[in-house]
């Protein structure tokens, strides 16, 4: 069973641009949740999707917002870049989201550089 | 807002080595805590402890939590170059659907 796929694997942008990350979770799953690590503040919450629906939201600003697809993939979108904003932007995916009811499989991340 | 505090930051030690990975945490309406390792890229699930006192073991790994005392510890006996990553320990509240981590610890085992 093929595990969760993030694309792009590496992406470099400019301060002022916008991005999109994609991914793909396994399937039949019905969650994605994504996540920003970074040295400083590692793993944090950006947001959980559940059929289509945001079901929870971490505390990041507006700037970063999501969606996801019929299919369960999900999109995040990160407008206004900041040079803070580089990181490895993590997905999970499981079930049906509960952490402790389904096992969250994560992707391999996309690497954001904002220049 | 739900906290988690992993201690110490970094680890050096030899293969055989035994090591003790503490977290300890505040949430509201506590759930679950888990453990993950984090080689590269992508966390792998290690554990998930709900009950103080039961110890979940795995092979060389081991780990137990203290609901009272707000604490778990992750325990490798015998180390081997192959247990170097990142360990990163989290909570899920009632809410659910989503995951506090701690900072992680980073292992690293010299042969």
């Known amino acids: 069973k093929a595990g969760v796929t993030q694309t792009p694997r590496y992406l470099i942008k400019t301060r002022g641009q916008q991005v999109t990350l994609s991914c793909s979770p396994i399937?039949?799953?019905?969650?994605v949740s994504w996540y920003q690590q970074t040295p400083g503040q590692g793993l944090q919450f950006l947001f959980e999707?559940?059929?289509?629906?945001?079901?929870n939201k971490g505390n990041f600003p507006g700037r970063f917002s999501g969606r996801q697809f019929s299919n369960s993939r999900s999109e995040m979108n990160v407008s206004t870049l900041e040079l803070g904003d580089s990181a490895l932007y993590l997905c999970?995916?499981?079930?049906?989201?509960?952490?402790?009811?389904?096992?969250?499989?994560f992707g391999p991340g996309t690497r954001l550089t904002v220049l | 807002e739900d906290k988690v505090v992993q201690s110490p930051l970094s680890l050096v030690v030899h293969e055989g080595d035994t090591v003790t990975l503490n977290c300890s945490y505040e949430v509201t309406n506590f759930r679950s805590l888990l453990w993950y390792k984090q080689e590269k890229k992508a966390p792998t699930f290690l554990f998930m402890l709900?009950?103080?006192?039961i110890e979940k073991k795995s092979g060389r790994l081991s780990s137990i939590l203290d609901k009272k005392e707000l604490f778990s510890i992750l325990n490798i006996t015998a180390t081997q170059t192959g247990d170097s990553a990142i360990y990163l320990c989290?909570?899920?509240?009632?809410?659910?659907?989503?995951?506090?981590f701690g900072g992680g610890t980073r292992l690293m085992v010299k042969p």
């Open positions: 999707y559940f059929s289509e629906t945001q079901r």
């Open positions: 399937s039949g799953h019905r969650s």
């Open positions: 709900t009950s103080s006192g």
């Open positions: 989290a909570v899920e509240n009632n809410a659910g659907n989503m995951l506090t």
């Open positions: 999970a995916s499981s079930l049906e989201g509960v952490p402790s009811y389904n096992e969250q499989f």
